[in-house]
């Protein structure tokens, strides 16, 4: 990327209001403290933490392998590894956290979504059920579409997207083109939908850093919710209550695009359920509903095809993937861009530090200053961005902050910069433009600046 020549102090008499940042600060760098990479190829998001034992390294790979290597239709001689589907999206984790890194939409030839997916679900006539989050699944295709199947299985369908634009101006005239997803279906295998479904979709998002922000001690989070808008800022961030299947109870929510799981391994357990239709003890049942009687006579591979170990594999190898080191920290232009960031108050939600609790899942993520840029709340994006549908405290306008760190390296690892939860947005600035609700006076920020300014912004950015 190119960036227009100007000095620093033209681009700091520019940042009028709030903070300026004339150097980096100690140690901003180490984006997951004592356990940050330096790696920045296609590898950065595929590395243990830096301060991983050898003899825990070893574990590390062994989650790997099953993170990565592919599953097979049961029965198989590899019965570890077996009991695929029927109805699935993927085989393999990796194949949708493409290097451990971001998905991306569906092209318009592509046969099958596989990095995207789509939830299904259809309004509670009472939210009495904590379990579900006041939503059903839709009567014959359950909570997520899927597009694969085994051999004697016919696939759910097919899943399009296409776009219609949308151009946004900058008051210096510059204009930008957005794109606006639709999802169409088409050979749904076992008949219509109900006419009340809701949509979702969804694009794999990237895992690295995952157990150091499942370390950030609740307090510190909630220390940043403000429902009511008591200070007045336009933010009133809040936390997702979810269903804990391990605790039987509920609990604060912080993985998922809606902040819809409560731990890394229920999130890997309903990943296997529903992305691979893999079944498990914290997750028992696989995707067949009972509109699908050739999905249901289907040979499954065993009665807990996901072994507790094999979720303990997984579990350690997503909660210590590493987090690269930011670049450029003292970079005039990069300190220019973040002084920017804080004048539009994009910290407001996206909040730069916080220190990992010392009761850590594992001993290396404690303890631990990290720079994740996420309040891991819920916020109103505004209707621009809603999927209109609601997932437990979530209504259908709220995302949870997804992380920044990281971002700049998307294109590196995946070779593509497709943000947002439908990775609707080709860019970052897309991504900034698409904010509405909660964050459209961070867009309207944005929406001031010049050119120069723009670029600053985008390379403070990229430098995350």
Request: proline residues 8%; charged residues 20%.
């Amino acid at each position: 990327m190119r960036y227009l020549p100007l000095t620093f102090a033209a681009l700091l008499a520019a940042c009028d209001t709030g903070p300026s940042f004339t150097q980096a600060e100690p140690g901003e760098q180490l984006s997951a403290g004592d356990a940050t990479v330096t790696k920045t190829d296609q590898n950065a998001f595929s590395l243990p933490l830096a301060n991983l034992s050898p003899s825990r390294r070893l574990d590390f790979s062994v989650g790997n392998s099953f993170f990565r290597n592919p599953w097979v239709i049961a029965p198989a001689s590899t019965d570890a590894r077996d009991g695929l589907g029927p109805l699935f999206n993927t085989n393999a984790c990796q194949n949708c956290h493409i290097k451990d890194g971001r998905g991306h939409p569906p092209g318009p030839d592509a046969k099958q979504a596989v990095s995207m997916l789509v939830r299904l679900s259809v309004p509670a006539a009472a939210d009495d059920d904590l379990t579900q989050g006041g939503l059903m699944p839709e009567p014959i295709y359950g909570g997520q579409f899927q597009d694969a199947a085994i051999p004697g299985v016919e696939p759910e369908g097919r899943v399009r997207v296409e776009y219609r634009p949308r151009t946004i101006t900058f008051e210096d005239g510059h204009q930008v083109e957005l794109r606006e997803p639709r999802l169409s279906f088409s050979n749904l295998a076992y008949g219509e939908m109900h006419p009340a479904t809701l949509f979702s979709a969804r694009i794999a998002p990237p895992v690295i850093g995952l157990g150091l922000l499942e370390a950030i001690p609740e307090a510190d989070l909630l220390a940043h919710a403000d429902p009511q808008d008591k200070d007045g800022d336009g933010i009133s961030g809040r936390a997702n209550r979810v269903w804990d299947r391990s605790n039987n109870t509920t609990a604060m929510g912080r993985f998922g695009w809606k902040a819809g799981q409560p731990s890394l391994r229920q999130q890997n357990a309903e990943a296997f359920a529903n992305d691979m239709g893999l079944s498990s003890h914290l997750v028992p049942t696989d995707s067949c509903s009972s509109a699908q009687p050739d999905c249901l006579a289907m040979p499954n591979g065993g009665e807990l095809e996901v072994s507790d170990s094999i979720l303990d594999n997984v579990t350690f190898y997503t909660r210590n993937l590493a987090v690269p080191a930011r670049r450029d920290v003292d970079d005039a232009l990069v300190l220019a861009g973040k002084s920017l960031f804080f004048q539009a108050n994009c910290q407001g939600c996206h909040v730069p530090v916080f220190t990992t609790g010392s009761d850590a899942a594992e001993p290396e993520l404690a303890n631990q200053t990290i720079r994740p840029y996420t309040d891991m709340l819920l916020h109103d994006m505004g209707p621009g961005l809603a999927d209109g549908r609601p997932e437990f405290l979530a209504n259908g306008q709220e995302w949870r902050t997804p992380p920044l760190w990281g971002i700049g390296l998307t294109e590196a690892v995946n070779g593509h910069t497709q943000f947002l939860h439908d990775g609707r947005a080709r860019n970052l600035m897309e991504a900034i433009l698409w904010h509405g609700g909660e964050a459209a006076g961070s867009r309207d920020a944005v929406l001031a600046f010049d050119a120069e300014q723009r670029a600053a912004l985008l390379a403070f950015l990229n430098s995350l």
